[in-house]
């Protein structure tokens, strides 16, 4: 502890020792960082802030959604600062004045670029901020130029936000309507061809189509007649081993009715169907012909019958069986009629099949082409919807929250603490110059030092005896220095209030 007390105490020595020389250096060091803080030029900035308004329920309805806008949002905050934006800012402001090539205005453009900044503070808000710091300008001049940037940027954004997408709406519509106007010329021209076509050959109407469908009609008509005759078939089957087990005729009185009312009974339906203009090939004329034909037997054989009476239980499922029996017959007929329909429609369609392949490549194309045209026009009608929306509900809805502010002060540099530094960098230069020279020119100011240094013992020291006169002109120099070191920091009050004064000129 009292080897660094003695190392303090001895450095301190030097450095009063030398005082002149470290006022010297101080001077120099302040003077020279003074003029360098004095031509850094004061930058000023500008800031605003811009509210989008995302929510409206009629653009979500017609397709416009919240993400779509947040993309075009995020679009024209990137493209904001692009070099389109900002030369149309420098033409526009104070910075456009000087420029007189394409070289100057590049440049110009690059200063900008660096000088302005829009950030998203959320999902909605954005903050523009713009600095000016032109030397060529006053400082006044540069707070008025940053709040003119500042304003011309969001002219610029609400150019891009209101304008912007309508032109990219008017041409999409215009490219669309094209589109429509190609597509409408080959529909029609599609349906011409077809026209011709069917006019010629009828049968191949939709392609052929109309045969098709006759055919898997008659098909499936086809396929029901043969169940239904299966199941007619299955019950005479049934009805005549109930007729084989029934006996003709039984002991008794006379029977009511029997064959020959059953044969009576048809006959009489017969005559009221063809009263009622039925024809002899219909399937109700032909069941009921066959039903008498089938009674006209029993009930010859019930007239000729003597030796007893007419079974009533075997007189009424031979009318059933009868009955039936017409009915396979019927079913029959019908079946043999879809029959000779199907293989008239088979033949047809073997019998030229390339023209079949026409009819039906002819209706696809057309079909493909109704469909994109139909495509396209429901595709038009949506965007100019969304075009009408855009225009006059503003989909995106811009305000201004805080308009371009008027700098009052600078944001760069601060010089006030500047001046602070090259003060403190000055007396603590000028002290460690003075430091160092003592190092150089070895000089001991304790005796312990010297001691130190040369090895020997140091017996005492003598004290420096000064006359009067020697003593009034060390307190005349002390003055003096005192005097350099108090202008020294007067100076800096000084430019310390000359900065103040210049703020308060621009304010």
């Known amino acids: 502890m009292d080897s660094l007390y003695e190392e303090l105490l001895a450095g301190l020595h030097s450095i009063w020792h030398r005082r002149w020389i470290a006022l010297a250096a101080a001077w120099a060091i302040c ?17 605003a802030r811009i509210f989008i308004q995302l929510d409206d329920a009629l653009a979500e309805q017609v397709g416009i959604g919240v993400a779509d806008k947040k993309r075009d949002i995020e679009r024209i905050r990137q493209t904001l600062t692009s070099a389109v934006n900002l030369e149309k800012v420098v033409r526009s402001t104070r910075l456009g004045d000087t420029i007189d090539s394409p070289k100057a205005m590049e440049a110009a453009v690059l200063k900008l670029g660096k000088n302005v900044q829009v950030v998203s503070q959320e999902d909605n808000l954005f903050e ?22 500042a304003q011309k940027l969001i002219d610029i954004f609400r150019e891009e936000n209101l304008a912007g997408n309508r ?20 529909l029609e021209s599609a349906e011409t061809k077809r026209t011709a076509f069917e006019a010629q050959h009828p049968e191949m109407a939709l392609g052929g189509a109309a045969v098709a469908q006759r055919l898997e009609t008659s098909r499936s008509s086809l396929r029901d007649m043969e169940a239904d005759l299966s199941a007619a078939q299955s019950a005479l089957a049934a009805i005549d081993g109930q007729l084989a087990g029934t006996p003709r005729t039984i002991a008794g009185g006379a029977a009511d009715g ?30 009921a012909k066959n039903q008498v034909a089938a009674l ?5 054989q019930e007239a000729a019958s003597g030796g007893g009476t007419i079974n009533p239980a075997y007189s009424s499922l031979q009318s059933i069986r009868a009955e039936r029996q017409a009915n396979v017959q019927a079913l029959q007929s019908r079946k043999a009629a879809a029959q000779s329909d199907i293989a008239s429609l088979t033949a047809s369609a073997i019998q030229d099949p390339e023209l079949a392949t026409q009819a039906q490549r002819i209706n696809r194309d057309y079909d493909v082409l109704r469909q994109q045209y139909d495509k396209l026009l429901q595709d038009r009608e949506e965007l100019r919807l969304r075009g009408e929306v855009r225009t006059e509900r503003e989909a995106v809805k811009f305000e201004v929250v805080d308009p ?14 500047l001046l602070l530094g ?15 020279l003592s190092r150089v020119r070895s000089v001991f100011a304790t005796t312990a030092g010297l001691e130190k240094a040369t090895g020997l013992p140091v017996l005492g020291a003598i004290s420096q005896t000064l006359t009067d006169q020697a003593r009034a002109l060390r ?25 103040f004064i210049q703020r308060g000129m621009v304010a």
């Open 296 to 300: 006209r037997g029993p009930a010859s």
């Open 258 to 287: 029997g064959a020959q009312s059953a044969l009576a009974r048809a006959q009489s339906d017969l005559a009221a169907m063809r009263a009622r203009g039925l024809t002899e090939n219909h399937p109700d004329v032909i069941a």
């Open 422 to 436: 090259v003060l403190i960098v000055g007396l603590a230069g000028g002290c460690a110059g003075a430091f160092a």
């Open 475 to 499: 307190a005349k120099r002390l003055k003096y220095f005192y005097a350099g070191t108090a202008a020294l920091c007067g100076l800096f009050v000084v430019l310390l209030a000359a900065e």
């Open 128 to 149: 523009i901020t713009a600095t000016a710091d032109d030397s060529s300008f006053s400082d006044a001049e540069n707070a008025k130029l940053a709040q003119s940037v």
């Open 31 to 47: 003077l020279a960082g003074w003029l360098v803080v004095a031509l850094i030029p004061n930058s000023y900035q500008s800031r």
């Open 404 to 417: 371009p502010t008027s700098p009052r002060t600078p944001v760069a540099p601060n010089r006030p603490v």
């Open 167 to 186: 032109g990219d709406m008017v041409e999409t519509l215009e490219f669309v309507n094209q589109q429509l106007r190609a597509r409408e010329r080959e």
